[in-house]
């Protein structure tokens, strides 16, 4: 049996149970009426599956980075942490991802080897058949006096962290019984032919 509720234009009309050409009230239907799972928030938004979610990952929540002007010198043939080339950032998210740029400026008779740190762990260093070989980022080959070599590394780390987390560059020479610097060149003379160059390390937290 059909039933009819007001048949006035625009109002609702119901026969066998079902509800047809329904008109609801502007903004008669509030966030406690929806059955949506999870938070509704000014950072969230209602999905078709009908649940409140943040939106989706991969943004950039925040920079830091750090740049050496001054020069560094070692004579070592392991690695030693490089004076100033340090930067510290504190994740937003356990879940958040650290993409690191490194570009190091020096020069070394033998050249010069870097490698990535997080905390006192060598990170975006070879690991396949080491044997006597060293693990290393990169590296610069220069051999000349008077040149400096800029080397670049890029990594996604995966620190699983909100703590205060420390990334930084260690350095060593190319081969035993020699020198290299940062942001100069090896003889570094105070003339013309010489040279003065920056390094930078930075961090981008990458919101999962």
Same mark, same amino acid.
């Given at each position: ?68 002007? $001054?020069?560094? %010198? #070692? !004579? &070592?043939? @392991?690695?030693?942490? =490089?004076?100033?080339? *340090? ?5 937003? /998210? ?62 996604? $780390?995966?620190? %699983? #962290? !909100? &703590?205060? @987390?420390?990334?930084? =560059?260690?350095?060593? *020479? ?5 020198? /290299? ?28």
């Amino acid at each position: 049996m059909a039933t009819i509720i007001n048949g006035s234009t625009g109002a609702s009309q119901i026969q066998d149970n079902t509800v047809s050409n329904a008109k609801v009230a502007d903004d008669a239907i509030g966030l406690a009426e929806l059955s949506a799972t999870g938070t509704a928030s000014s950072s969230t938004f209602l999905r078709g599956d009908n649940a409140w979610a943040a939106a989706g990952g991969g943004k950039i929540a925040q920079i830091l980075s750090t740049t050496k002007t $001054d020069t560094f %010198s #070692t !004579t &070592s043939f @392991t690695f030693v942490d =490089v004076t100033g080339l *340090t930067v510290t950032i504190t994740p937003a /998210s356990t879940s958040s991802k650290i993409y690191v740029m490194l570009s190091i400026s020096g020069g070394g008779m033998s050249g010069f080897r870097y490698q990535l740190v997080r905390g006192s762990t060598a990170i975006a260093i070879g690991t396949g058949s080491i044997g006597s070989r060293v693990a290393a980022s990169g590296m610069g080959s220069n051999r000349n006096y008077d040149e400096v070599e800029n080397a670049c590394s890029n990594f996604l $780390d995966s620190p %699983s #962290t !909100t &703590s205060a @987390t420390t990334y930084k =560059v260690q350095f060593s *020479t190319g081969a035993t019984s020699t020198d /290299s610097k940062i942001n100069a060149t090896r003889n570094d003379p105070d003339s013309t032919t010489g040279i003065r160059t920056a390094s930078t390390i930075t961090v981008m937290e990458v919101s999962a």
